[in-house]
């Protein structure tokens, strides 16, 4: 009685922490419940529903329930993916708390992602992501092809808050784990056919069988998605934010006894989709015709040609070996590469005022070997020796003004950026969790990281669109920076009840530095300088509790980050010798900050065929020190991607059928206030608070069957992901989010 009346005071504490719109907001993480279960087709028992413990998550790199993690993290299993109509990882906007997530600009695949305010919006080979993607295990370097499709999933992982410790560099922000389906013991498989609004066309395929006596195993899955796109290049007739994308995956898998298994697997993607279409936002001052804004956000009258190509492949070989005793050892041998041609209309109208054509190239190796221990008590956790290996490259050729008047006149720009940067990285880590007493437990962990970033820049200016014979270097030179860190964690567990797990953690990260590839030497010496680490160190207090015989879930987490030698990519302006106004991306150090927040996850069921589920987040960002010129400019700048509020709202509907099958209605609205997308701050570009409103209708046959009709957005929100800001060009533009779409899918499974 006492145990109880302890976990109900905790959850009024924590609810009224934030008000009662914690209770009456937020979204999606419950059907996750019963997507942990196996696919039955009875009427699942009164707890199912809400049961989150049943799903097995490996944030801390082995196994356990999502409840018993102290770690805040959201997990979806593939059931619950395909209840929830995600894609896409950009779909998982709304979804997770405090996670923005969307493609990169006039991008279809590359990924931009923020979480708890932090990320990286600057997609070029100088810049790392600070939220790391994993794709079973293996570290993703670059953003190119990062924006995951979903298919042959078996659970999609979410940690928010600083991961440094077990998930090393460029993880300050979080983690976002993919993780796809097993290998079987037996013929299985399944078809995905969608088709829909905006000429939606998608299929999904996957098969996978064994030997008789199981030792060779293997899995294929492949998608191809195809859409007619937006919007359209009114001069050309061109498809704007079309989809175009081919994906595949092999697995095979040895396994000659119970102990021992040796996993191979090759992924690809193929990306022929055309740009996004981009609005502008004001009339061009330097267009002679003063063309005004279109009315569609994703038309164009661009003067570039269409081309937009990423295409992106790995392999990773998996040993596991499982000795007599409490060890297991895991060694991940990865090769990764990628690749991307891509034509940015800054301006989105046919004369020249800002257009750029950029090439990509990356490859990277990795080395993990893992030994984790449990000895089935008190005592478990794991130790990791790392290595990572990769470069990339690419040569962005720019023309600005390249067009009459402004050739005739002397104005017109035409420069390059070119060059590599190469990163080699070795780190050891260990994180164990010791349970002293029955409610209390101490996890420790810390990661030693030694990094070396080396840098080719080679920047021009050209006479002509000829890009052949320099006029004059911008930057010419070698750099190369090291730096070691050292990314401690501490969590001190307690088990009020079974039903209520506390926490307390102090963890940390760092998000890789090395040099401005973009750098003007000749007009501004700095920025040519190492850019140094940014680190963070984050305090966190949780909860995870259930109530009501699993009826009633709650996760909650309350958060302090303190944020140091914070990044920026800034378009900064100058003035040349001869009068002109110019610009460059520069990249910079910019201070000091620090976030606070609360999220909560939850997920209810009133009764036994209804559930509502959802999260609420709340974000405190603020600057305490951004330098600009050597002034401290803090009290005037803001955060990018952090929304004050967020959160969404599902309500599910489970409709059994005599026959052992199932629909399933789901009802879903999101919010989020005011965001400002891109760091000049632009209060054009800046998306005020909006709405989305989701539903899906699902039947389960009971048999091999499932159909399903989706709907997102509809209410058709006009909104606003991200946008570029370049003032000295007249330059205002900005990236909408998808309209209205609804489709309708047949899925057929068979074993």
Not at 122 to 133: H, L, S
Not at 315 to 320: F, I, Q, S
Not at 438 to 446: F, H, T, V
Request: one cysteine or more.
């Amino acid at each position: 009685m006492k145990q109880r009346q302890l976990s109900v005071a905790i959850t009024i504490a924590l609810g009224w922490a934030v008000g009662p719109s914690v209770v009456h907001a937020a979204a999606a993480v419950a059907q996750d419940a019963p997507a942990a279960k196996a696919v039955q087709p009875a009427v699942p028992p009164r707890s199912a529903v809400t049961n989150l413990e049943t799903i097995k998550v490996t944030a801390r790199r082995y196994q356990e329930t999502l409840q018993d993690v102290p770690i805040a993290v959201t997990a979806f299993t593939a059931r619950s993916l395909y209840d929830q109509n995600v894609q896409d990882l950009s779909d998982l906007q709304g979804k997770v708390p405090n996670l923005q997530i969307y493609a990169a600009r006039g991008s279809n695949t590359t990924l931009t992602a923020y979480i708890r305010g932090i990320g990286q919006g600057d997609p070029t080979w100088g810049f790392d992501p600070a939220v790391g993607i994993y794709l079973d295990d293996v570290y993703l370097a670059r953003p190119q092809g990062a924006l995951l499709d979903v298919f042959d999933v078996e659970r999609i992982e979410v940690l928010r808050g600083p991961q440094g410790t077990l998930y090393g560099k460029n993880t300050i922000g979080g983690a976002i784990k993919y993780i796809s389906r097993p290998l079987p013991l037996k013929a299985e498989g399944s078809v995905d056919v969608t088709l829909g609004t905006h000429g939606e066309k998608d299929v999904k395929a996957s098969y996978g069988n064994a030997s008789a006596d199981g030792v060779w195993r293997m899995r294929a899955a492949a998608a191809t998605l195809h859409n007619d796109g937006y919007g359209h290049d009114l001069l050309t007739g061109s498809e704007n934010s079309n989809t175009d994308t081919n994906a595949a995956r092999v697995t095979v898998g040895f396994f000659p006894n119970a102990r021992f298994n040796v996993q191979f697997e090759v992924d690809g993607l193929s990306d022929h989709s055309n740009p996004r279409g981009a609005q502008r936002l004001i009339v061009n001052k330097f267009d002679p015709a003063r063309t005004p804004p279109l009315a569609n956000p994703f038309d164009t009258q661009s003067g570039m040609p269409p081309v937009n190509l990423t295409n992106m492949h790995g392999a990773a070989l998996t040993l596991h070996y499982t000795p007599e005793g409490n060890w297991e050892y895991k060694s991940i041998t990865a090769y990764r590469g990628s690749g991307t041609n891509t034509n940015i209309d800054f301006d989105t109208l046919p004369q020249s005022v800002a257009d750029v054509n950029a090439t990509y190239h990356d490859h990277q190796f990795s080395q993990e070997f893992q030994a984790l221990y449990d000895n089935g008590d008190k005592l478990h956790g794991v130790m990791g020796l790392y290595y990572f290996d990769g470069a990339a490259s690419g040569r962005i050729k720019n023309v600005f003004l390249g067009f009459p008047p402004y050739t005739a006149l002397g104005y017109a720009t035409y420069a390059s950026t070119g060059g590599s940067m190469d990163t080699r990285s070795v780190a050891a880590y260990a994180d164990y969790s010791y349970q002293f007493d029955p409610r209390w437990s101490l996890d420790l962990g810390a990661r030693l990281t030694h990094e070396t970033k080396t840098a080719l820049i080679q920047n021009y200016a050209y006479p002509d669109p000829g890009f052949a014979t320099p006029s004059a270097t911008l930057a010419d030179f070698r750099g190369s920076t090291s730096s070691n860190n050292l990314s401690p964690k501490v969590t001190l567990g307690y088990k009020a009840s079974d039903q209520v797990n506390l926490y307390a953690t102090v963890s940390t990260g760092y998000h890789s530095g090395g040099y401005n590839i973009r750098a003007n030497c000749a007009l501004i010496p700095q920025s040519c300088q190492p850019i140094k680490d940014e680190k963070v160190v984050a305090y966190e207090l949780g909860s995870k509790m259930s109530f009501f015989d699993g009826k009633l879930m709650m996760n909650t987490a309350l958060f302090h980050t303190i944020y140091s030698d914070i990044q920026l990519s800034v378009f900064t302006s100058y003035t040349q010798p001869n009068g002109q106004q110019g610009f460059f991306g520069n990249f910079t150090n910019a201070g000091k900050g620090h976030v606070d927040g609360f999220e909560e996850e939850f997920a209810w069921q009133p009764a036994a065929t209804w559930t509502l589920s959802g999260n609420v987040a709340y974000l405190h960002t603020k600057y305490t020190q951004f330098l600009n010129g050597g002034v401290n400019v803090a009290s005037s700048q803001k955060f990018t991607n952090a929304p004050k509020w967020s959160g969404g709202l599902t309500l599910w509907k489970h409709f059994p059928l005599a026959d052992g099958g199932e629909v399933v209605a789901r009802l879903n609205a999101s919010y989020q206030t005011k965001v400002y997308p891109e760091t000049t701050l632009s209060e054009l570009i800046a998306q005020p608070g909006y709405g989305l409103v989701n539903a899906g209708l699902i039947w389960r046959t009971g048999g091999p069957w499932t159909f399903s009709l989706q709907g997102s957005n509809l209410t058709n929100k006009v909104y606003r992901t991200t946008g570029y800001n370049i003032g000295v060009l007249g330059i205002i533009t900005g990236f909408d989010g998808p309209p209205r779409m609804v489709t309708a899918s047949a899925l057929y499974r068979f074993q």
